[in-house]
């Protein structure tokens, strides 16, 4: 019997390494379906929409003036502060200490970018990490100007985030506001996505 393969049997073989390969690609074909739908137009639109499905839904009337609320969210925590008038009216009057008095360089909802960097003038909901290292904040009691500081760099912000100038690194910027609205009494929270 001779040792070398008959024409039919390697014909045979030919087909079936070429139907291998077919099936592999086809394989694949169905495996990369999801990630390329995922850069659709139709899930582009889903994520930008995501932006307005409220995460946190929370009565006004559990927060107290002058003193912080934490509510639990999926990216952590989110800090309410209720304001006090006195508060509202430095908000009202005095920007020139502060490093970036117009959140030109900071991370908040566009509609948000005024002396309060809030919905409401009431209360100031934020993430309370600084940008440069995450330390987290503390409410300085007692004071209406320098009203949240961080022990990393020793920053002191106003009671709408806002950075004071000579304090700090040269890096840091406004604390992050998330999106949120207050409804009926309600405070709407929804998600947020730092700078890049």
Known sequence: M???????????????????????????????????SSFSSNEIHKKQQASTAWIIKHPVTDFTQGKVTVLNWSGGVVWVYARTENNISWLNENDVELRDAFSKQSDQPEQMRNNFRSDSEKYFVFI?????????????????????????????????????????????????????????????IGIWMPKI
């Open 2 to 36: 001779s040792n070398m393969s008959s024409p039919a049997s390697l014909k045979r073989r030919q087909v079936l390494s070429g139907l291998m390969k077919l099936l592999g690609l086809i394989g694949l074909a169905f495996l990369s379906v999801p990630f390329i």
């Open 128 to 188: 309370p990490l600084e940008n440069k290292k995450g330390c987290q904040v503390r409410l300085s009691e007692g004071s209406e100007k320098d009203l949240f500081s961080e022990p990393c760099f020793s920053a002191k912000y106003d009671a709408a985030g806002r950075i004071f100038k000579n304090s700090g690194h040269q890096d840091q910027i406004n604390l992050s506001i998330p999106e949120h609205v207050v409804e009926d009494g309600i405070l709407k």
